[in-house]
């Protein structure tokens, strides 16, 4: 890594150590692309970044690419990490208890960002441990940051002593579309002739894909019939399957995908049914993409996609599938979208803006910690 030049205002590099934790809802993608954007400005302007994660995210978002030293996301690791770190500053809930086990003991300030898909439903006991986490890690940190307003109001909820709105913004999509890409595309998937519908995420609970394909199921009688992709993984695999198999839905599962941008510039509809999602990745590629959106109005999905979306209730497969199959009748409405959508990505705070703040917080702590 190349010597990290000292700030101009004299005083020693400081030291942030990110903390992401690939296991469990709300520490995917966003957060992964949020950690290597924000380590990569951090490092730009100065400051000595360690990231510790999975080793698995290491090969996939290159950290150390962005000018961070990379640790692996073991206790033992992470605690070393932390031993001189200025600022600690966690992505996610799991994170964030696992950080602050790391700093026990230690006078060093935590920074914990809520991404996340939301409390999982479950048994009383499961949410009760979710509750209880959520309140240790809302206190444990001097400040949580919040990606969407009603995480702020949870943080506070939970006894933050400081909670705010701190929208992540991550890179925008490198990818440049060529004259035929999308017939290419369009032809390995097996939807030409045929409306092409996208959906992009974990293959888990919270992602809403049970309700996905209970819409899928009405689609069978469109003319012609859309062709709806999955990508993702995760344990929800072999169910959805099954159901895609014994329902005879027009639907695929293609698995992880590292060509997500040129799947949805081949697409005629981005479909979200979460059932929670903060700033969801997939809205923010669709609209910078001009890809119309049909997306649950749940978490931050509203304030994020404004009217550039069609947001209907979640759980509702019927308002779902009517939403899709309206813009599939009505290209006019759909070439609306298109216009609105990089229109209202326009108003998202920059990858700079974001790092800008977050410099600002740990700024504040530092001066607070004299």
């Known amino acids: 890594m190349p010597p990290v030049p000292v700030p101009p205002y004299g005083r020693p590099p400081l030291r942030t150590v990110q903390v992401l934790d690939g296991a469990g809802p709300g520490s995917g993608a966003g957060s992964s692309a949020h950690v290597r954007s924000l380590a990569g400005g951090l490092a730009a302007r100065g400051l000595r970044v ?30 070393a990490a932390c031993f001189g770190a200025d600022i600690v500053h966690a992505h996610g809930l799991r994170a964030g208890v696992r950080a602050a086990l790391a700093l026990r003991g230690r006078r060093v300030p935590l920074v914990v960002t809520w991404h996340g898909a939301g409390p999982e439903p479950g048994p009383a006991p499961l949410r009760g441990l979710t509750r209880l986490l959520e309140r240790r890690v809302a206190r444990a940190a001097a400040v949580v940051l919040g990606t969407s307003s009603d995480q702020v109001d949870l943080a506070r909820r939970r006894g933050a002593r400081d909670a705010r709105l701190a929208p992540v913004t991550v890179p925008g999509p490198r990818y440049v579309a060529c004259e035929g890409d999308a017939d290419k595309v369009r032809a390995e998937l097996g939807a030409l002739g045929r409306p092409l519908l996208i959906a992009v995420g974990s293959l888990e609970p919270h992602r809403g894909y049970g309700v996905l394909l209970d819409a899928a199921r009405e689609w069978r009688a469109l003319d012609p019939q859309p062709l709806l992709v999955i990508a993702g993984e995760g344990r929800l695999r072999p169910v959805l399957a099954r159901r895609i198999a014994t329902e005879g839905l027009p639907a695929r599962l293609l698995g992880r995908r590292p060509d997500v941008a040129e799947l949805l510039a081949a697409s005629d509809v981005a479909v979200l049914p979460s059932r929670w999602e903060a700033r969801s990745l997939l809205a923010q590629e669709a609209l910078r993409a001009g890809v119309a959106l049909v997306a649950t109005a749940v978490g931050g999905v509203p304030e994020l996609v404004g009217d550039a979306g069609v947001l209907v209730p979640y759980g509702d497969s019927a308002a779902l ?12 409405r759909r070439r609306a979208l298109a216009a609105a959508g990089p229109a209202q990505a326009a108003g998202w705070p920059t990858e700079d803006d974001t790092v800008a703040q977050v410099l600002a917080v740990y700024d504040e702590l530092m001066e607070r910690h004299r």
Do not use: I, K
């Open 50 to 79: 360690t990231v510790c994660a999975p080793v698995a995210s290491e090969g996939e978002y290159d950290f150390t690419g962005a000018g961070a030293q990379f640790e692996p996301a073991a206790v033992s690791a992470l605690r």
């Open 321 to 332: 599938s009517t939403a899709v199959a309206s813009l599939l009748a009505d290209p006019a």
